[in-house]
């Protein structure tokens, strides 16, 4: 758990025997391990906690992890949507988020961006042809155009 992450906001924190667990059960729709400058971090999402008959659920992953997702849940049940957004404006808003932190790590930092690169690839893109959101302005602008795929183009209610 990184400074400022509460259990069950950001993300939900469990023993690395836990996931090992739940994916020797194979209830793990998808894991990703990362070494980081702070050791492996892990990653993974449970069907446990998973409900497609009652609920929608937005998740953030990389395009393995989708590619996990497609295997478990089969495409129909879901809409990839990429974040479009200049590598300056990330790395710029990386930079902020970090200053802000108790304990910054640029280092980390420098070795996210440089992951994305790898994960976020315009191959990959190309490959699973989500919706694009243009996410070099504001949150609310990207917000809307995320309403109007969900609204318009996938004709889920708007509440």
Known sequence: MCDGETNGKEYYFITMEEMNNLDAQNKLV???DYNTMKGIWSYATSS????LDKFNY????TWSAYG?????????NLVP??????????LERALNREKKSKSSDYAEMCRRFLSDEQDFTKELVDFYKPYIVDNNGSVENSMEQIEDILIHKLKIEKK
């Open 58 to 61: 937005l998740t953030t992953n």
């Open 30 to 32: 998808e894991r990703r």
């Open 68 to 76: 996990k997702f497609i295997n478990f849940y089969r495409t129909e």
């Open 48 to 51: 446990e906690i998973i409900y």
């Open 81 to 90: 949507i990429y974040f479009e957004l200049d590598k300056g404006i990330r």
